[in-house]
DNA sequence: GTCTATAACTTGATAGAC
DNA sequence: GTCTATCAAGTTATAGAC
């Protein structure tokens, strides 16, 4: 990829981030990375590309690392570990193309649409599968999955508006304290 | 409020949190309600009218239970408790409204916009002190409190896109789950 | 309160010169 | 690959008749 290819997909994403999806304009795009709006028609498709781009490139990266997981040793807690640590490590490295991920997926067009609510399902599904093992095997408690699935991604969410404004607390502090307060919750017992 | 003028803002939510507040158009919601464009007029000032209304509606409720909590038994465990579980009443009460109020207020214009962000701000330093007392008296475990803070209300964000397709789970099992994974957390020790 | 018509503006995208 | 100029369609909102 070009180096200014590279740099309208880089602020594409921040501008996606900051405004959502549908309030981003091209113009607003054009603006950052110092050309004139026909000029980034030279090195993209159009506005949509840009999106399907990010969502798929993610939702690519967190099945293959499900297959990895699933691969390794049969140990749900400890697969279940993986599987936030590799959230926290992913949003934290580019957290403005996991932002825009997690929250713009919906405005893709069809048939992306309806390809990106497949691999998401599949994850889901799978992830839900690690979860039920752990309670067949008496290491997790007998919550319903999907709640316990759905609370642990969700509040992987706040990162992008929080994280980058608190620079006091380490990222080996937050993956501990996110992975503490998932497994082990606020009260103490 | 004239019933009219009910229908168009119950519309309108639903139309907000399907779309985003961008994306959504009055023409959209004129014909939702089954009116021209301009008729909308006659009964609202503005699109943004609508966003206003939620968003503080909504941020007036939650400062209106924590000052319940705040005035009730000093005892942190069980004010988590309550605001957790008050939290999960409103979503489900009115999902559409508290979805919109989570993730459109940044649309808000200003003074709008800052003004919300003042009274999300004052929320958020309330429930950290709730958690830094429990803290203190060894109820909760030393997590960074901010941490634990967005976990929780981050964590009930995916009930609009989940629960209404799951009838089969009531409120009162989803209720005690959530406070389940949040208060012990997954995993049994 | 309702409508038709329209103003004033922004949107994504393209034509064509250089 | 860059630009200026422009298009066609969509946006919120209003004027004014009934």
């Known amino acids: 990829m070009s180096p200014t290819k590279k740099r309208i997909f880089e602020e594409a994403a921040r501008l996606f981030q900051e405004k959502g999806y549908p309030a981003a ?24 590309e840009i999106l399907q781009k990010i969502c798929f490139d993610n939702a690519r990266h967190y099945l293959r690392v499900m297959a990895e997981v699933e691969k390794g040793p049969d140990d749900p807690a400890e697969q279940v570990r993986t599987l936030i640590r590799q959230h926290i490590k992913t949003a934290l490295e580019d957290i403005t193309s996991v932002t825009v991920f997690n929250d713009e997926w919906r405005h893709l067009s069809e048939p992306y649409l309806s390809e990106f609510a497949k691999m998401r399902k599949d994850y889901e599904r799978r992830f839900i599968r690690i979860i039920s093992n752990g309670q067949k095997r008496g290491q997790f408690t007998d919550l319903d999955p999907t709640i316990a699935l759905f609370t642990m991604l969700t509040s992987l969410r706040w990162l992008h508006q929080w994280y980058p404004a608190k620079k006091g607390i380490s990222k080996k502090a937050l993956e501990s304290n996110i992975l503490a307060m998932l497994m082990h919750g606020l009260e103490k017992r």
Do not use: N, Q, T
Request: hydrophobic content about 35%.
């Open 25 to 48: 304009s091209m113009r607003d795009l054009a603006s950052r990375v110092d050309l004139s709006v026909s000029s980034l028609y030279s090195h993209i498709g159009g506005k949509e």
